[in-house]
């Protein structure tokens, strides 16, 4: 399974298709997500961002971060932004035992849910394994994934270049990956105001997973 294409090939929706890749619809609406946050300065600077453009999104948070900045978390929700689970301290899961797998994802749950109601998941790297995944789901976790990936933490990327990956692949229902992390914030910085703009110009809404 091929995690770094840029846009998500139909066969990997098709063979996984108890992840959610897309919400396809007719509103022209788009998901925005952020991943790896809350980072200090680095996701107030996002959230102003969308502030500026009346655009929503949802953060996958790492338990860890929350637990740090909790003040920063509580922003995105108080600005009417969905928060995910991103597990307590970023784990692979294609390399990481069940149990502690799943230790992770609930450290991290009861932390949002002092804040915060939903089950949205987003396993780190986009790596979980099929036994890991059924047994987030029968615990009522929601596996978002994604249509459009930026690509904004790869250091070798140019801003430029992230930012074409998200405007040539872009249709009503993406969900496009962005992070609001210290590795990533060069190609954020310079890809999401724009990101922002050629979406408002296109006749695109922002909005948030639920």
Request: aromatic residues 12%.
């Amino acid at each position: 399974m091929n995690l770094h294409w840029v846009k998500t090939h139909w066969s990997i929706k098709k063979l996984f298709s108890n992840y959610v890749w897309n919400i396809p619809n007719n509103d022209n609406k788009v998901y925005l997500t952020f991943d790896d946050g809350p980072t200090p300065e680095i996701t107030e600077w996002t959230l102003a961002q969308l502030k500026s453009y009346n655009a929503k999104a949802t953060f996958f948070c790492i338990g860890n971060n929350i637990t740090k900045y909790p003040e920063i978390f509580k922003k995105v929700i108080t600005e009417n932004h969905s928060v995910g689970n991103h597990t307590f301290n970023h784990i692979n899961g294609w390399k990481t035992p069940n149990r502690d797998y799943l230790n992770e994802v609930e450290s991290c749950q009861k932390i949002i849910l002092e804040h915060s109601t939903g089950t949205l998941f987003r396993p780190p790297y986009g790596k979980v394994s099929v036994s890991k995944s059924m047994k987030l789901r029968k615990l009522g976790y929601k596996i978002i994934m994604w249509d459009v990936l930026s690509r904004d933490f790869d250091t070798t990327y140019s801003p430029q270049k992230c930012l074409e990956n998200v405007l040539k692949n872009v249709t009503s229902g993406s969900i496009i990956v962005f992070h609001d992390s210290q590795k990533a914030f060069r190609n954020l910085e310079y890809t999401l105001p724009r990101t922002l703009k050629f979406l408002k110009e296109k006749g695109f809404t922002c909005d948030r997973i639920d």
